[in-house]
């Protein structure tokens, strides 16, 4: 696929690729999913609209993994699991979000530093498709005073969830040290060069699918790993990581971008 396929139909994310990715690169990294039933897919959903108002990509997710992701940790502090959200709605007396707006899909949680912020859908920000849409992090109740900026980790669910598969199945493993991270600069036209570089390697699209934002590329003869992601609010520069199942491939890859690194960040 070109780059310019890719940024006008993006490859979605669906469960089933995420489940096959997950156990073709750690197998067993699977086991403990729990789905959320229909039921409470349907309480979750009423105060939205019901049901057609989640985006799709998220009924899949709950539908999947919704009641528990086993030892799958997606959130650093806090959870996604739709029984605490469910739990989380019934706390009384408490201002909420305008709910045709915003649906959290993951909690906070209270730490030594405080309260931790939540994870929202921006319900009015769909995707053309209409699969995704875009998340914000914010405190609850920064968002009901419309106080402060809402943080944007990633532009979609879509997006979120490629990143933290790829980090914690294959970045994140044994010895953790081997992944190498690279800053490629600020300019916009550096994803579009990584991505055609990296495809003339052998490289290609893996059961993530991806969107022009973050693109997980394979190269299954040599057992690697790239992930791109490009600039954005919080993180101004294309960033670039790499992980290969054996070292020697490791190494030959990296000697590859140490040495293309000026041409990759178009210096």
């Known amino acids: 696929m070109t780059w310019s396929k890719l940024f006008e139909a993006p490859p979605p994310l669906s469960m089933t690729g995420l489940l096959a990715f997950m156990e073709r690169w750690k197998p067993g990294s699977t086991q403990g999913f729990e789905p959320a039933t229909a039921d409470q897919i349907a309480a979750l959903a009423r105060p939205h609209g ?20 086993g030892s799958l940790r ?18 009384p007396q408490r201002e909420r979000p305008d709910s045709r707006r915003y649906l959290k899909f993951a909690i906070g949680e209270d730490d030594y530093n405080g309260r931790h912020p939540d994870d929202f859908f921006e319900l009015s920000r769909s995707t053309p498709d209409g699969r995704d849409a875009a998340i914000i992090r914010i405190h609850e109740e920064d968002l009901v005073r419309g106080k402060g900026a809402a943080e944007q980790p990633f532009p979609t669910f879509s997006d979120w969830l490629r990143t933290i598969i790829v980090s914690r199945v294959v970045f994140d493993t044994d010895p953790e040290k081997q992944t190498q991270y690279y800053s490629l600069g600020p300019k916009p036209e550096t994803p579009a060069k990584a991505y055609e570089f990296f495809t003339r390697l052998g490289f290609s699209l893996t059961e993530l699918g991806a969107s022009s934002s973050v693109i997980p590329l394979e190269h299954q003869e040599r057992g690697a790993i790239i992930l791109i992601s490009a600039p954005s609010a919080s993180i101004p520069r294309t960033g670039l990581e790499l992980r ?3 070292k020697a491939q490791q190494l030959l890859f990296e000697e590859i971008i140490n040495d293309h690194e000026d041409e990759l960040s178009g210096g």
């Open 50 to 69: 019901g049901i057609d108002a989640l985006p799709r990509v998220y009924r899949e997710f709950l539908a999947t993994m919704g009641a528990s992701t």
């Open 244 to 246: 290969a199942r054996d």
């Open 74 to 91: 997606l959130t650093y502090y806090g959870t996604t699991s739709i029984l605490a959200l469910l739990k989380d709605r019934e706390a």
